[in-house]
């Protein structure tokens, strides 16, 4: 039996949506790390090695501007 021309291939919906997906999730986790910092205490700061300025610092950077091992 011939196909139909007009038969396309479809492909599964997740490998589209995985880099968004990704994406999205690296938004997330950045905001979610850079908002926990910010609620951290002198002491705690000091226990990870961070000055409140350090950290104050970090907590303002934009959702975006991540380190390059982050974007895998």
């Known amino acids: ?9 479809k492909r599964p919906a997740h490998t ?3 880099p968004l997906i990704k994406l999205i999730s690296m ?3 950045v905001r979610r790390s850079r908002k926990d910092l ?3 205490d002198r002491n705690a700061l000091h226990d ?3 000055t409140p300025e350090e950290a104050a610092q970090e907590a303002a950077r934009p959702l975006w501007d991540v ?4 974007r895998h």
């Open 1 to 9: 039996m011939a196909r139909s021309a007009c038969t396309t291939e």
């Open 16 to 18: 589209s949506r995985t």
């Open 27 to 29: 938004v997330l986790s």
């Open 38 to 40: 910010g609620r951290l």
């Open 48 to 50: 990870i090695g961070l």
């Open 67 to 70: 380190p390059p091992n982050w």
